[in-house]
Nanobody, 115 residues
């Protein structure tokens, strides 16, 4: 079964940085348009960053200028570099295809930003 494994979360102070990784077990990962999503307690899951198979990127307004999404197709991995973190970035972060329906959802990785 195809799996996504997210990692790299943790506890960080406001203003700090984290780099998340998402590794896929699928050999056709390179043709997928991928995204990072997050879900805060009591809120719906939202798309925060996307990257196409040709590495075009887009971001939610709330993270634009602070987060950078990238991918390494040889490693079947997508990354999310998060800088200038804010307490409102606290959430469980997940990756999936941009539609959110390409893979079963993984367990995600918790990001907690203290003020």
């Amino acid at each position: 079964q195809v799996q996504l494994v997210e990692s790299g979360g943790g506890l960080v102070q406001a203003g700090g940085s984290l780099r998340l990784s998402c590794a896929a077990s699928e050999t056709i990962f390179s043709i997928r348009n991928m995204g990072w999503f997050r879900q805060a307690p009591g809120k719906q899951r939202e798309l925060v960053a996307g990257i196409t198979r040709s590495s075009n990127t887009n971001y939610a307004d709330s993270v634009k200028g602070r987060f950078t999404i990238s991918r390494d197709n040889a490693k079947r991995t997508v990354y999310l570099q998060m800088n200038s973190l804010k307490p409102e970035d606290t959430a469980v972060y997940y990756c999936n295809t941009l539609t959110g329906m390409g893979y079963p959802w993984g367990q995600g990785t918790q990001v907690t930003v203290s003020s």
